[in-house]
């Protein structure tokens, strides 16, 4: 993909954002890192979607450094950059405020697979990381989050393949996918699992899990080796 495409692609993936209904304003982000060049493209900072342009997307190298565009990038870069470094199969990321899992980030909630819908694209419970210290918030608070989440996930032997999505506490929902384009769909689907959550918890017990057994058959009939889901290509 060339240079122009991927900023094509940003930006595509940045309004589908808004499509979907999951931000507002100059709410959020996406990113998509081209690794062969070591470059990152993501979202300008404070500029409202509608008034964005491919040209506007900002590039910056892996120190973060502005490369080609005329805008600043995403005050949110560090933490892109982080989950970037540490997660080397991760080709986009996506933030957002959608109302129900930054909801389960407010109240620092992590978001419980309930059932099967859940299993079928996460293999788990959707993690909510703690709040930062005082010390790390005053100082590099967006780096110190990024690298609050890639430590959460190290110390917890998440598999960030098998969990593309992260519940920052009292911040937002991160999402993130082999492209841009992933991590955009699991940010929708987030969402949508988050609203299943409320209201199952609503209608029932407090507690409520889907077996492992469960989990582990929807998430593998979809992902695992011998994983059966998708149609099979016929020769002839």
Same mark, same amino acid.
């Given at each position: ?6 900023k094509e692609e940003v930006y595509d993936k940045?309004? !589908? ?68 470094? *540490? ?31 859940? *299993? ?19 100082? !590099? ?50 969402? !949508? ?5 409320v209201f199952t918890h609503l209608l029932g ?32």
């Amino acid at each position: 993909m060339t240079l122009k495409e991927l900023k094509e692609e940003v930006y595509d993936k940045n309004l !589908e954002l808004v499509r979907r209904g999951l931000v507002i304003y100059t709410w959020g982000n996406v990113s998509a890192i081209d690794r062969e060049r070591e470059i990152v493209i993501i979202k300008p900072r404070g500029i409202e979607y509608e008034k964005l342009t491919p040209e506007d997307m900002s590039v910056v190298n892996m120190k973060g450094e502005l490369i080609e565009g005329k805008l600043l990038p995403s005050v949110d870069l560090d933490i892109h950059m982080e989950i970037y470094k *540490a997660f080397e199969n991760v080709g986009g990321i996506a933030h957002t405020h959608s109302v129900f899992a930054t909801s389960f980030s407010q109240a620092l909630q992590p978001i419980i697979s309930m059932g099967t819908t859940h *299993a079928d694209h996460f293999n788990g419970d959707i993690p909510c990381i703690p709040y930062l210290s005082k010390q790390e918030t005053e100082k !590099e608070y967006e780096k110190n989050l990024g690298l609050q989440i890639v430590r959460y996930f190290v110390d917890n032997r998440i598999n960030p393949e098998e969990m593309g999505a992260v519940l920052a506490g009292g911040h937002g929902p991160f999402t993130w996918g082999k492209n841009a384009a992933e991590s955009v769909e699991h940010s929708v689907i987030l969402e !949508e699992l988050a609203k299943m959550a409320v209201f199952t918890h609503l209608l029932g017990e407090d507690g409520i899990m889907l077996p492992h057994y469960m989990q582990d058959k929807h998430y593998y009939r979809k992902y695992g080796s011998n994983a059966y889901f998708y149609q099979e290509k016929i020769d002839g």
